[in-house]
């Protein structure tokens, strides 16, 4: 529908020469053109989370060489990313600038047709987990079941599990009773449970005593009332991560500010190269892709064994320390980006351009490149870090609902940096004052934000 919306005249405006001459789209053409693009943002939604995720499922877990393999998976997921977006800052930008955005909509929507068939070929091949029911209802039966029994006491010998084969069934590998959070222990604890001679067995859990009676399975409550403890344990799990989740969003505020006031920087700067080839600002991502696609195989290949000798790990490092240092080098990258911003402006005020608008500053947009190099390193180890994090840490039964936590951070980030800037807007031009983020970027104080 895109490609249709750039190619077919009466779905477009029509063309004109000058920008104060342009005619407005009409309110047809707006809306097949915007639901074009609702269309594309609910597909991306319903692949990104699971297809990784998939993916990730290819590998068995208990057998030594593939669990090493799946770590390495995630790095070459991401390598396959940035080559596409590479492809897609260069190629693709080059064909819709000097052809049509048509022909540049039509090439992509035949590669994602080739890219979806064959897929589809390998069907036969994959490994395919049970559907179990979707994970957010059985989260939301945890929460719902420890409200409704808020006031019964959690009681270890009390707890509801079922047989090992039954959790096999069910798409789920039993987890062991914890003592954190006892609030949900009570989604998971009997009320009145009816236990007859040899129809009940006791099975010490952890540290609970894990009642798994067939006769009361039979006749088990509503799962509304009545969950079982690798049920609530799941829920812990969640609840336990959701602070490594929250920071996570303030690693996005900085991937947010790079794709915007980078770019502004850039668009002030001296973007010659020889003679004959101007860059376009928004072309400066391929700096970060490109550091991205040198460092990634440089880390999986080299660091990753070498870490592995001291560490003992299959990943190397711990996810941890891996997403520690992306945020790390993500706050190198904002000092930089201040530093350059600080000396653009010194030569703005040396030249005499401070308050021209239109001026471009005789400075290299060359200065910016090791701030985007920097945003690219800490790419490879934060986001990549936080994907397989958000895999490896979710239940078993929960992996791609781990997949979209982790892009429904980075969404949160986006909003959040609008929102950001909408706040320090209000803030800054009170009392009539002119404020942070004015027309002439020169104004905009804008290495006091990176810092």
């Keep these: 529908m895109l490609t249709i919306s750039a190619s077919v005249p009466d779905l477009k405006p029509k063309s004109c020469s000058s ?26 939604a319903g692949v990104k989370p699971c297809l990784e995720a998939f993916g990730a499922d290819q590998f068995d877990e208990e057998h030594p060489v593939e669990r090493k393999s799946k770590s390495s998976f995630f790095n070459w997921w991401y390598f396959g990313l940035t080559v596409g977006a590479f492809l897609a800052f260069t190629v693709i930008v080059y064909i819709e600038d000097n052809a049509s955005w048509g022909l540049g909509y039509g090439i992509l929507a035949i590669l994602i047709m080739i890219a979806s068939s064959i897929f589809l070929l390998g069907t036969p091949f994959y490994r395919h987990r049970i559907p179990s029911g979707s994970s957010l209802v059985g989260f939301c039966q945890v929460l719902v079941a420890a409200v409704r029994k808020r006031h019964v006491v959690p009681n270890e010998s009390l707890l509801y599990e079922v047989e090992d084969e039954e959790a096999i069934q069910m798409g789920r590998n039993q987890l062991v009773h914890t003592s954190g959070l006892r609030c949900l222990d009570k ?29 009361y399975n ?43 006031f980078f770019v502004q920087q850039a668009a002030t700067m001296d973007r010659n190269v020889g003679s004959f080839f101007v860059i376009p600002s928004g072309s400066l991502l391929t700096f970060s892709s490109v550091a991205i696609l040198i460092v990634l195989p440089i880390y999986d290949r080299v660091l990753v064994p070498c870490a592995r000798r001291f560490t003992g790990r299959d990943q190397g490092l711990t996810l941890l320390q891996r997403m520690g240092a992306g945020f790390f080098l993500s706050i190198v990258c904002m000092i930089i980006a201040a530093l350059v911003e600080r000396r653009r402006l010194e030569v703005a005020i040396q030249y005499g351009l401070l308050d021209d608008t239109s001026a471009i500053i005789p400075m290299s947009v060359f200065w910016l490149a090791p701030q985007y190099f920097l945003f690219g390193i800490s790419d490879v180890f934060a986001l990549v870090g936080e994907q397989e994090f958000f895999y490896d840490q979710m239940p078993d039964s929960m992996r791609s609902l781990g997949m979209a936590l982790f892009l429904c951070g980075n969404g949160l980030a986006s909003y959040l940096g609008s929102t950001l800037i909408i706040i320090i807007g209000a803030v800054t031009t009170r009392g009539g004052n002119a404020g942070w983020f004015v027309n002439n970027l020169n104004s905009a104080f804008q290495e006091v934000l990176h810092i």
Aim: proline fraction near 4%; glycine fraction near 4%.
């Design 19 to 44: 920008s104060s001459s342009c005619p407005k789209a009409t309110a047809a053409q707006s809306a097949f053109f915007y639901i074009s693009l609702y269309l594309i943002a609910i597909g991306t």
């Design 187 to 215: 989604a998971a604890t009997m009320s009145q449970p009816e236990l007859k001679g040899d129809a009940s067995e006791a099975t010490l859990t952890g540290s609970a005593i894990v009642i798994r009676n067939s006769d």
């Design 218 to 260: 039979n006749r088990v409550e509503s799962p509304w009332k009545l969950c079982t403890v690798t049920q609530v344990e799941e829920v812990k799990l969640i609840v336990r991560i959701s602070p490594i989740w929250l920071s996570t969003i303030v690693y996005g505020l900085s991937v947010t500010q790079a794709a915007t």
